[in-house]
């Protein structure tokens, strides 16, 4: 069922052009009144100055070895626990990790508190 008109009057034809000039008018005042609100913003922390790059240090692999960094074979930390999480199944890995952070006396707490709530 086709929608009943509440006026007589018919509406105003718009043609592309028009729609056109009223984005194009739109975005005109948009962006000089972004302008001005930036020009008059008194933010002590704002910079207009381009940024400084560091230069980068080109160093040699003997140069670096003689700083003595700190040997790391990518199987300790979150790297190890990550690759072993990835090799169990999910189902396994949630198994070990509630028996290692929630045992079965604290679930079984959890659950009789929870089953003995009152509204």
Excluded: H, W
């Excluded at 729609?19 to 972004?34: F, H, K």
């Excluded at 980068?56 to 700083?67: A, N, P, Q």
């Amino acid at each position: 069922m086709a929608p009943k008109r509440t006026s007589t009057s018919v509406a105003p034809a718009m043609n592309q052009v028009a729609i056109q000039q009223l984005i194009d008018d739109r975005v005109v005042a948009a962006l000089e009144a972004q302008a001005a609100n930036m020009a008059n913003t008194d933010n002590t922390n704002r910079n207009p100055e381009p940024r400084e790059t560091p230069d980068v240090i080109k160093c040699t692999y003997k140069e670096f070895m003689s700083c003595q960094p700190f040997y790391f074979n990518g199987t300790e930390g979150v790297v190890g626990l990550i690759q072993q999480a990835d090799k169990i199944a999910k189902s396994e890995l949630k198994r070990i990790l509630t028996n290692k952070y929630c045992p079965r006396t604290e679930v079984k707490k959890m659950k009789d508190e929870f089953y003995n709530l009152v509204v």
